[in-house]
């Protein structure tokens, strides 16, 4: 399980969580993933967790969604969150 970040065209973080990560982060380009991104595009993956099951990957991202935005920009410029490793993407 993955829980990953997503910057929009108008510069909002997204944060969801998923099975697949490649597969999921596809279909928020192609516009049929959630709506808050469908009106936000393009999307580019920032940053994602791995999360042992879809319990803790549910916790980390409602967790994270309670960040103010300078948290989770520190917590991607740290490459941590609440103790896990949070991987940065280019």
């Known amino acids: 399980m993955f ?3 997503l910057s929009c065209r108008d510069g909002s973080l997204y944060t ?3 099975d697949n990560l490649d597969r999921r982060v596809q279909s928020h380009l192609d516009g049929r993933a959630a709506k808050y991104t469908r009106s936000r595009l393009p999307v580019r993956l920032v940053g994602w967790m791995r999360a042992e099951d879809s319990s803790q990957a549910k ?3 409602a967790r994270f969604k309670q960040l103010s935005r ?3 920009l520190a917590a991607l410029a740290e490459g941590k969150a ?3 490793r949070l991987h940065k993407t280019r």
């Open 3 to 5: 829980v990953y970040i």
């Open 16 to 18: 969801g969580w998923t």
């Open 59 to 61: 916790s980390l991202e």
């Open 70 to 72: 300078q948290e989770k």
């Open 82 to 84: 609440f103790g896990v």
